[in-house]
C-alpha cells in the first residue's frame, strides 16, 4: 500500500534560517505529491505539488521537487518568517484502480519560527 | 477559498449517543471526502464519495457511515459514539476530473469530544 514517512519534529528555528522538512513515500505507479499547511485551529491548505518526476512545486518561497529516484519530495524554505509557523503535512494520490483520488498523510511536522 | 463549511464546529456527546457531521461545498466538485486528524497519525480517510448516492469506505471506516443525497452536502455519523472517536474531522472536495492532478480543498474541521 501507499506510506508517506516525515521527519520527526517539532522543529524549532530563528527568523530568516533555512528550512528542510525531509518527505519520503512509498506507493505504487506514479502518484501526485503534495504539502499542505495547518494553521493553528485552521483547516488544511495546499501549499504545492508535483505531478510528474523532476517537477518542482513552488508556492510563498517554499520548494519541493519530486524526486522518483530517491522517492522523496522534501520541502525546503530559503528564509523563513514567524508566520510560516505551523504543522506541515506532506501526502501523495494515486489515480485509477480502487485508491482513485484518495489521499495518504505523513504524520505532520510542527514549526515553530522564534523572532 | 473554496467554498467549504462544516458543522457544527464543536461537540460534545457521551458514549453511545448518535452524532452526525456535515460538510456543505457551493463549488459543484465531484468528490467529497471525510477524514479524521489524531496526534501522530496525521489525516486518515474514513469514508469518501464520488457522486450523489456513490460512496465507499476509507481506511478506518468502522463506526462510521456516510449519506450524500445531493451534490453539495456530504452526512457523516457515528451511530453510537465511542470514546475512540474523539478527534477532529475534516471535510474535503475535489473536481474528480483530472485523476492524479486533482487537488482536494479542506474545510475549517469539527472538534468532536465524547465522554
Known amino acids: 500500500g501507499n506510506s508517506v514517512t516525515q521527519m520527526e519534529g517539532p522543529v524549532t528555528l530563528s527568523e530568516e534560517a533555512f528550512l528542510t522538512i525531509n518527505c519520503t513515500y512509498t506507493a505504487t505507479g506514479y502518484p501526485s505529491l503534495f504539502w499542505y499547511v495547518q494553521y493553528p485551529g485552521e483547516g488544511l491548505q495546499l501549499l504545492l505539488k508535483?505531478?510528474?518526476?523532476?517537477d518542482k512545486g513552488s508556492n510563498k518561497g517554499f520548494e519541493a521537487t519530486y524526486r522518483k529516484e530517491t522517492t522523496s519530495f522534501h520541502l525546503e524554505k530559503g528564509s523563513v518568517q514567524v508566520s510560516d509557523s505551523a504543522v506541515y503535512f506532506c501526502a501523495l494520490v494515486n489515480a485509477g484502480g480502487t485508491s482513485y483520488g484518495k489521499l495518504t498523510f505523513g504524520q505532520g511536522t510542527i514549526l515553530t519560527v522564534h523572532p | 477559498d473554496a467554498g467549504i463549511t462544516q458543522s457544527p464546529r464543536h461537540k460534545v456527546t457521551e458514549t453511545g449517543t448518535p452524532v452526525t457531521l456535515r460538510c456543505h461545498q457551493t463549488e459543484n466538485h465531484r468528490y467529497m471526502y471525510w477524514y479524521r486528524q489524531d496526534p501522530g497519525h496525521g489525516l486518515r480517510l474514513i469514508h469518501y464519495?464520488?457522486?450523489?448516492?456513490?460512496?465507499d469506505k476509507g481506511e478506518v471506516s468502522d463506526g462510521y457511515s456516510v449519506s450524500r443525497s445531493k451534490t453539495e452536502d456530504f452526512l457523516l455519523t457515528l451511530e453510537s459514539a465511542t470514546s475512540s472517536q474523539t478527534s477532529v474531522y475534516f471535510c474535503?472536495?475535489?473536481?474528480?476530473?483530472?485523476?492524479?492532478?486533482?487537488?482536494?480543498?479542506f474545510g475549517p474541521g469539527t472538534r468532536l469530544t465524547v465522554l
Open positions: 474535503a472536495i475535489s473536481e474528480g476530473q483530472g485523476g492524479r492532478a486533482d487537488t482536494q480543498y
Open positions: 464519495s464520488y457522486g450523489v448516492k456513490d460512496t
Open positions: 508535483a505531478t510528474k518526476a523532476d
